[in-house]
Every structure is written in structure tokens, then in C-alpha cells.
């Protein structure tokens, strides 16, 4: 316990605190499972059944019936405690809405689990095996009952399942706590993600959401008709494999077929061969290869099968928004996952995915006009949106990182490095076009530039040759020009190895990075330290170590990300952790987006500092509210916060623009 109080001591948080549990009604029809906590709470079949606490002041726990909770609720100084919770998308919402009382500090133990390792299971139930704890119970006796329907033993059985959580809620927080790295930072961040959640500022356009989801459905009609099929046609795997086949047949091809346990006898019948079905997953490179077929029936078939995949489920988010809002009488809340990626990064929540709201793409459901509608659900009622994003920020820091100092430098002083890099590819001048150009000028400074960017931002991380020819044929733009043989792979590989050969410092940051990583994975007693070129040694760095098998990287920030399980083969070499194959691209991509995600991180609270709500980030991307009428003066405010950093982000070449609009865009 005295370990725990000095970090939140340290971190300026008050060192008494209180774990919480409520215990509510729920039955098959209704609970947590089917819906979200704003529905279910603000639902009229909701009870609170009692409330478990452990409290540090008393070093003890115990367990309220439903009588007895409002009063313990108000008797609390809950600006003068450190709520600690299971999940803070729940018991703290229960306290706003049907007490009253949202506490100033609230740490979820569920956030301190994500930032050890975001993709392992954060359930009480998962983690209390994860850390040798007792056996958490289960609800299933309790299901269906009101407080009133109890018996005494019922209600005695609820309280000792209750007492059992708020134990392991206590010892998993004891456990989690030392681990957050950067405590100071990470505990006001996650508590800045919940109070978003719990205090919602945006409001949702309910006519818009009528009018999306009805073109929606239009569209995925329109789609199945352009191939002659109905929608349950386009989506049946046997209708469709058929109708693919007459098209690939009709070009001399076959469907891509992959091992299949049960494929049906229909199915075996139609691919002619057993133990086999088609290989149409959006994993399956056949499947990707046909999505950029030559053949536009190909083409076409491949669209809807998409269109019919994926549309209906961001139908289904407009429809899980509407319900939402409608249960926040109109204002929709901002429900992101802290730490939702190894990086660090924030996830989209409540499956509504607000972090990918009108996803932009080069194909498919991301490139049709009505998903950028989807943003515009998001309104700030009477207010504005203050919308700024932090100019391509993964390049800027990689430059940095890497030492490219030509490139640190284009940035810095604002040269086009676009037009720079196109220009070298092409030999001629390359410049980003104005509407005083020539048609046909502006076309082809347009194609060139853009080939210049696609390498700049797509290609630091070791993207090859065969996946960049894959992304310009998935361009519907691009593809004409592959097909027409004016582009080809030799093109492409050239523009490759021009990138590496120019800014040969990335490419050696790759080198650097895995050699290291590799030695105190190899060599648990090694150390190694990376410090940022042009930093002085008490300046920007990265620190490698390797802690029982688990390679740690500190950041400048001083925040930690963690492999698990680090291994290296015997025979290939290949390099690996707990999630998958590791090199000196991913290790770089991993840390470039660490470092992006901790300015956004400085970035929020600063902005929060400054008098500006920020109500919603994405990526590199961060939305304040406030009054019209202060809304220039305030954009101005933002963009120099988001241009400049902390101390130890010093020489990065930082960019941002943004935007004053009544609905949310890009």
C-alpha cells in the first residue's frame, strides 16, 4: 500500500483511495453484454443491487445493499480520494447519473492493464488468473433478480461475489500501479479519456443519421445491381463463388482456392476439387490480387462483395450512435480505449469506432462520399469546433529520430519535400500545382507530386517494392496508368531505392535499431542507449534493456513500451515477441507512433490548460469546443500549442493546421 501512495503522491493525486464495485440488475434480455453503460443505465429496468468498497483510510472492505448507498455515495469527499475502478465507463457513470457525483480522480484498472500490454485480455476475471490471484465468481445465480425478490441468502451470496471482486480489484491495482511508466502524465491522460466519456459536449444530428442510413442501404443495392445480383446473393458464399467463377473463367482464370475443412458439397461441386474452398478473405492475397483485377467484371464483383461485407456495419454504427445519444438526451460521448494500441495510441470504443468515422481509403466502402458525412453526426450545438491536426508528424519525427537531417531541414523550413523528392524521381521540376496552371499541367504535377508524397510518408517504415506497386494498382486513379504499362514494377523499385539512397539515414536507423534490440534480447545483461542526433547526451534518447525476457524501449518521453516474450530463432534468425515478427521497420514504425502519441498526449492537457475542452483526438488529430465568438483567437491559441513540444521533443520540425466549423470534418 505505502509503494502505491508514493506514486500517487508523486503524481500529485490524492494518496487515499477507495475501490469501488456496484453490483446492478440484469437479465438475458438486458445487460452490459447487448448494449452500452449510457443505454443500460439510463434504461428504466435499471437497479442498483449494493456497492462493495475497500477503503485505505481503514485498511477494509465492505459491501452496501441497495438502502444504504446513496448515503455512503455523498458522504464521500470524492475531490480529496483516488476512485479506483474496474471499469470507468461503468461504476462512475452509475455515481454521475444516478447520484450526482463524478469523482475528480478515477484511475480504471483496466487502463493500467492496457498500458502493460494492450492486447491481452483486461477482464477481471483473465487478469486475476494472469497474476496468480483467487478465482473471480460468477454473476449467473444473480440473474434476473430484483433487490426486492432477494432472499436473505441471495443477498448474502451477492455481497460475498461483491467482497471477492473489490479483493481482487485491490490487489490488481497494488500489482498494475508500479508498472505505469511516466505515472504523472499517464494516470491525468486516461483520467482526461474518461471524464470525455462521462461528460459529453458533442451533439449528434439525428435527421442526418435518417438520411445516411437510408442512402446507405441505396447504395448497397445500387452496388448488387451493377453485378446483376441481390445483396443475399452478393454475400452467399456459394452464389457468389459461382458467379466469380463465370467471370475468371470467361478470361481463362480460376477462383483462388484455399484448404477448407468443410467446404459442402455444393461447394466442392462448383470449385471441382475436394477439401477446398475459395480464398476470399480480406487476408487472402488471391483476394487482393482480384480486388485490382484486370477484368472490370472481376473488378465490379469483388466491390460489391466488399460493399456488402462492410456497409452494413457502418449502418449499424449510426444506429448504435442514434441510441446512444438518444439515452445522453442528444449529445453524443467521446468513448475511446486508452492505450488501445502497443504504441500507446488510443483505440474507438462502444463499437461506434469514433477514431475512424468516415475512413478514407484508396478503395472499397473508405472512398465513397458518404462516409465522410459520417463526421458531420458529430455537431457542437450551439458552440464550434475547433479542428487541428499535426502536419505530417510521423515523417517530421522519424526525420528527427534518424538523423535525416536534409529532410529535418525541408521540413523545418517548410520546402515542399514532396515536390523535392518528385523531382529527383522524375528528373524534371515537380511543384505542387495552383489553379493558374494549365489543365494538363496540373494533372501531371499532381500524378508526380504524389508520387513524391506516397514516399515520404510511406516509405520510412521499409516498405518494399511489391506492396508499394500493390497500393498505386489499388489507387482507381493509378490503376489506368499501371494497366497501360506507363508505370510498372520497375518504376516502382526504382522509386523505392531512390528513398532508401537519399535519406540513407532512415534506412540505418532500421539497422541500428534491430541490432539493438537484438543484443540485450539476446544478452539480458546489456544496456543500450540511442541517443537522437544532434541531441546532447542529456537529451532525446531511446534506452534498451531486457527485463526477464521482456525487451523494454523507454521513449524521450520517459514512457515505456514493453516486448513480451522476445525470441530469435535458431535457424532463420527471425526475430519475434508475444504478438508477432519483429524488424527494424516495425520497431521504428512502433516508436515513431510512440513518440506521436505521447506529444498528442502533451498536446491534450496542454490544450485543456489553455481553456480549451478538448472533446475528441484521432491519431494526430485533436477537436476543442468553445463560443463562436472566440473562436478565431482560440484556433490561433491551439495551433501554437500543437507547433511546439515538451523538452525532450526539442528539434523535431513541427506543423499544424486547422480549421473553425460547426460539425465535425477532416
Known amino acids: 500500500m505505502q509503494k502505491v501512495k508514493k506514486i500517487l503522491q508523486l503524481a500529485g ?40 468498497f475497500w477503503d485505505s483510510g481503514v485498511s477494509d472492505c465492505g459491501y452496501l445493499e441497495q438502502p444504504n448507498v446513496r448515503k455512503y455515495i455523498e458522504s464521500q469527499d470524492w475531490d480529496n480520494v483516488t476512485a479506483v475502478v474496474q471499469n470507468a465507463q461503468f461504476d462512475p457513470l452509475i455515481m454521475k ?63 460475498e461475489y461483491c467482497l471477492n471482486d473489490i479483493d481482487l480489484e485491490r490487489k490488481l491495482f497494488e500489482i498494475l500501479l508500479p508498472k505505469l511508466t511516466n505515472p504523472a502524465l499517464e494516470l491525468t491522460v486516461a483520467m482526461h479519456t474518461t471524464q470525455m466519456y462521462l461528460t459529453p459536449r458533442m451533439s449528434f444530428d439525428f435527421e442526418l443519421a435518417d438520411e445516411l442510413e437510408s442512402a446507405m442501404q441505396g447504395f448497397i443495392g445500387e452496388a448488387c445491381a451493377k453485378v446483376g445480383m441481390t445483396k443475399d446473393e452478393v454475400s452467399g458464399d456459394l452464389s457468389f463463388t459461382a458467379a466469380l467463377k463465370a467471370a475468371l473463367e470467361a478470361v481463362g482464370e480460376s477462383v483462388p482456392v484455399k484448404p477448407h475443412k468443410r467446404p459442402g458439397k455444393n ?73 488501445g494500441s502497443h504504441t500507446g495510441r488510443w483505440s474507438g470504443g462502444g463499437k461506434i469506432n469514433q477514431q475512424n468515422l468516415g475512413a478514407r481509403g484508396r478503395s472499397g466502402s473508405g472512398s465513397h462520399p458518404l462516409m465522410g458525412k459520417m463526421r458531420e453526426l458529430l455537431t457542437a450545438g450551439e458552440d464550434v469546433f475547433l479542428i ?50 494549365p489543365a494538363p499541367i496540373k494533372k501531371l504535377m499532381s500524378l508526380r507530386r504524389g508520387f ?23 489507387n482507381p486513379d493509378l490503376r489506368p496508368l499501371f494497366d497501360s504499362g506507363q508505370y510498372d514494377f520497375s518504376f516502382v523499385d526504382g522509386l523505392i531505392k531512390l528513398y532508401r539512397y537519399t535519406h540513407a539515414a532512415i534506412p540505418n536507423f532500421w539497422q541500428t535499431i534491430e541490432r539493438m534490440f537484438r543484443i540485450v534480447a539476446q544478452f539480458p545483461s546489456e544496456k543500450y542507449q540511442y541517443n537522437v542526433p544532434g541531441a546532447p547526451m542529456s537529451g532525446a534518447a531511446l534506452t534498451l534493456w531486457n527485463c526477464r525476457g521482456t525487451v523494454n524501449i523507454q521513449l524521450p518521453s520517459s514512457r ?44 491534450i492537457l496542454e490544450c485543456e490548460k489553455a481553456g480549451l475542452p478538448v472533446v475528441l483526438h484521432v491519431h494526430d488529430e485533436i477537436v476543442c469546443i468553445c463560443s463562436e465568438h472566440l473562436a478565431k483567437d482560440n484556433l490561433e491559441v491551439m495551433l501554437s500549442i500543437m507547433e511546439s513540444g515538451p523538452g525532450w521533443a526539442a528539434g523535431i520540425p513541427l506543423a499544424a493546421e486547422g480549421c473553425i466549423s460547426k460539425t465535425y470534418k477532416k
Request: a positive charge.
Open 13 to 52: 493525486w490524492p494518496t487515499s483511495y477507495i475501490v469501488l464495485d456496484f453490483e446492478t440488475y440484469y437479465d438475458k434480455e438486458y445487460s452490459l453484454t447487448s448494449t452500452n453503460a449510457w443505454e443500460y443505465i439510463a434504461d428504466e429496468r435499471f437497479e442498483v443491487l449494493g456497492l462493495g
Open 452 to 474: 513524391g508524397k506516397d514516399a515520404i510518408l510511406g516509405c520510412g517504415y521499409g516498405m518494399g517494392p511489391t506492396k508499394f506497386f500493390m497500393r498505386c494498382r489499388e
Open 388 to 437: 487541428c491536426d499535426s502536419a505530417q508528424i510521423e515523417a517530421r519525427i522519424l526525420a528527427w529520430l534518424a538523423g535525416a537531417t536534409d529532410l529535418v531541414e525541408g521540413f523545418a523550413q517548410g520546402r515542399d519535400v514532396y515536390s523535392q523528392f518528385a523531382s529527383k524521381l522524375f528528373q524534371a521540376k515537380v511543384y505542387k500545382p495552383s489553379d493558374r496552371d
Open 97 to 159: 447519473l444516478k447520484y450526482g457525483v463524478i469523482p475528480k480522480y478515477i484511475i480504471d484498472i483496466k487502463h493500467l492493464a492496457a498500458h502493460r500490454d494492450s492486447r491481452m485480455s483486461h477482464r477481471l476475471k483473465d487478469l486475476a488468473e494472469r497474476f496468480g490471484l483467487q478465482a473471480k465468481g460468477d454473476t449467473v445465480d444473480f440473474m434476473g433478480l430484483r433487490y426486492k425478490d432477494m432472499t436473505d441468502e441471495q443477498r448474502q451470496a451477492i455481497a
Open 560 to 603: 515505456v513500451l514493453f516486448y513480451p516474450h522476445v525470441s530469435i530463432a535458431k535457424g532463420d534468425g527471425r526475430l519475434r515477441y508475444h504478438h508477432g515478427d519483429l524488424w527494424g521497420g516495425t520497431l521504428t514504425e512502433n516508436i515513431v507512433q510512440a513518440i506521436a502519441r505521447d506529444l498528442l498526449a502533451y498536446w
Open 267 to 339: 461447394m466442392t461441386a462448383l470449385l471441382g476439387r475436394p477439401g477446398v474452398g475459395p480464398a476470399l478473405a480480406k487476408t487472402d492475397e488471391e483476394s487482393q490480387k482480384l480486388e485490382v483485377h484486370f477484368d472490370p467484371r472481376v473488378r465490379a464483383l469483388m466491390y460489391a462483395r466488399k460493399v456488402v461485407g462492410s456497409w452494413p456495419n457502418h449502418i449499424s454504427r449510426i444506429q448504435k450512435m442514434r441510441r446512444i445519444a438518444k439515452a445522453c438526451k442528444g449529445t453524443l460521448p467521446t468513448i475511446l480505449n486508452y492505450y
